[in-house]
Each structure stands twice: as structure tokens, then as C-alpha cells.
């Protein structure tokens, strides 16, 4: 006699079932689950307990009547671990499209603002001569947690952000540290100095931009020097800070390589006491098959990183 075991029956789960469960607990419905997925409101609640038979919890609460029905601890769990199923799907995918394009098809990309001021029209420019064949598509998520989202769905090929990178499947390589500066206005008092500590503002406005890794880790450590950060300004657009600075509105912390050059409305000092540099970096997904593509852009990334890192005048 053949006996089933746990383990075979967790062979019977199927994409199907935890798409029903991720809607249902989008939706807070069987119903409204079945109009978002196309089913009839039955074979959603056939599928959630064909699922709750094969791994053996109640994965839904049915309170009944007009109250919305809800995932239990079980299915907030088994949720979890069915969105990075549905990931690797989703770059398996990408990996079998980018195979048979071999070097023609395209190499997706996302960014930073300043990494593509700065950085990434340089890169594309020697890519796109060795790899005539490559259409490069780019994209600026708003955030980071929308930028790994992206790499572990397989939904971009290669990311640039600054490092620790989050525990997931990433790998990448570090292409060159960056230091964060206070910009002060080109005639104030601060501008005469090499440096200057967020306590010697005094009633200046400090302004910046919205949360990053590096970002965070630098805030958390001028917290624990004793300087916690107080913004009176914060915003995705580097030009609009650097604009808010020029016109005398604050002092603007941020990374020397966000400082659009040349520009003698401001000056960039050093900030007291010095703080973990920015350390960017190109990353993807480990787990993925890298094309030679892919592997090339890297490479050129690093030499101009490089280069860029040389240029770069630390105050």
C-alpha cells in the first residue's frame, strides 16, 4: 500500500491556490476575490479549502454575513512565503526570455537620480557601442523597498542603490564610495568654513532628501552622535534642494555626488563628526541566470565609477 505522506501532499499546492489566497486577502471577499481573478465566487472557495486540506490549517476566517473575511495567522504566513514563490516564477520567466535573446533583446535598469546624472549617461554611452544589439530600458522606482520588489520579480535585471542591501536573493558589486556634505549658501557665514557640525545651523533650516539605506544609516548615526535630525524640508528632486540652498531658504545634507558641479550660488562643506559614506553599488538577483550583457554593463559601471570617484572634489 502506498502511503501519502506530508510532504507529497504539499505537492498538490498550485500557483491557482495562492492566487486565490492573495486576492482574497486583498480583497477581504470571496466574491470580490472571484471578479479580480476572472473565477466564479465557487471555485474560490473551492480552491482556498482544496489549499487548507493539502498544508492542514484554516488559512481564512468566514465570520459570515457582511463582515469581510480575513486571513488567519496560518494564512498571513503561508501568504508570505507564496509571494516569493510567485517572485521566482515571475524571474524564472525572465531568465528563459533573456536566454533566447542571447545579445540581441533588452537589459532593464533601475536608478538613482544622481547615479543617472552623474554616472549612467557615461555608462550607456560606451554600452550602447559595444552592444549595438541591447535595447536599454530604464527606470527610477520612488523607493527603496519598490526598487528590491522589482529585482526579486525579475522585473529589472540590474539595480544601482547604495548599500547594506536587505536580506533577499541580491548579489552585486560595490562601485564607489560617496560622501554626505552639508551645501550652504555660496555668501553665508558657513560657506567660509572647510566644516561645520548640524549644530552650528543655529537657526538655519535643514533640509534633504527622502529616506534611503544610506540615508537611514547616516540619520541613525548622527542620532547616536548626539545630533538628531530635524528636517524642515525633504524631497525626491536633488536640483530642487540644491535650488532651496541657492536661495538661502536652508543647509542642505545630502551626498557630494547629488551636488549638481559648478554651480556658484552654493558650496559644499565638510559635515562634523564624519559619518558612514554612501556606498554605491549595482546589484542583482542572485538566483538569476546573467547574461553577458548584463555581465559587460556591470563592468563598464565599475570603470566609471571609477573615473567618477577620482573626479569627484571632496570638500
Known amino acids: 500500500m502506498t502511503t501519502i505522506t506530508e510532504s507529497d501532499q504539499w505537492l498538490g499546492v498550485e500557483l491557482r491556490h495562492f492566487a486565490a489566497l492573495d486576492a482574497v486577502a486583498q480583497e477581504g471577499s470571496f466574491g470580490r476575490a ?12 473551492q480552491q482556498i479549502a482544496a489549499l487548507e486540506r493539502i498544508v492542514g490549517e484554516r488559512l481564512v476566517e468566514r465570520p459570515g454575513g457582511p463582515k469581510p473575511v480575513s486571513l488567519t495567522d496560518a494564512g498571513t504566513l503561508l501568504r508570505r512565503h507564496a509571494e516569493a514563490i ?11 526570455l533573456a536566454l533566447r535573446a542571447g545579445e540581441t533583446g533588452s537589459l532593464r535598469i533601475a536608478m538613482y537620480q544622481s547615479i543617472g546624472a552623474r554616472i549612467l549617461p557615461a555608462v550607456m554611452r560606451r554600452f550602447m557601442i559595444e552592444w549595438p544589439g541591447i535595447d536599454l530600458r530604464l527606470s527610477e522606482p520612488s523607493a527603496d523597498p519598490e526598487l528590491y520588489s522589482h529585482v526579486e520579480a525579475g522585473e529589472v535585471d540590474l539595480a544601482f542603490w547604495s548599500l547594506p542591501h536587505p536580506d533577499g536573493p541580491f548579489d552585486g558589486v560595490e562601485l ?3 560622501p554626505y556634505v552639508l551645501l550652504v549658501p555660496a555668501d553665508s557665514e558657513l560657506a567660509r568654513r572647510k566644516s561645520a557640525s548640524l549644530a552650528d545651523l543655529g537657526e538655519t533650516a535643514l533640509i534633504g532628501a527622502n529616506l534611503c539605506t544610506s540615508g537611514s544609516v547616516v540619520e541613525a548615526r ?27 531658504f536652508g543647509v542642505a545634507l545630502m551626498p ?8 556658484p550660488r552654493v558650496k559644499a562643506i565638510r559635515l562634523e563628526p ?17 547574461t553577458a550583457a ?11 565609477s571609477a573615473e567618477v570617484e577620482r573626479e569627484l572634489v571632496r570638500p
Open 34 to 45: 472571484a471578479d479580480k481573478l476572472g473565477y466564479t465566487q465557487s471555485a474560490i472557495s
Open 222 to 248: 548622527l542620532e547616536e552622535q548626539g545630533y538628531p535630525i530635524d528636517y524642515a524640508f525633504r524631497s525626491d528632486d536633488n536640483t530642487t534642494l540644491q535650488g532651496l540652498v541657492a536661495a538661502n
Open 274 to 290: 564624519k559619518v558612514p559614506e554612501r556606498q554605491l553599488a549595482v546589484v542583482w538577483h542572485r538566483d538569476r541566470h546573467r
Open 86 to 96: 510567485v517572485h521566482r516564477l515571475e524571474a524564472a520567466r525572465a531568465d528563459m
Open 256 to 263: 557630494l555626488l547629488a551636488v549638481v558641479p559648478g554651480d
Open 176 to 178: 564607489m564610495r560617496d
Open 294 to 304: 548584463s555581465r559587460a554593463f556591470v563592468e563598464i559601471a565599475r570603470e566609471v
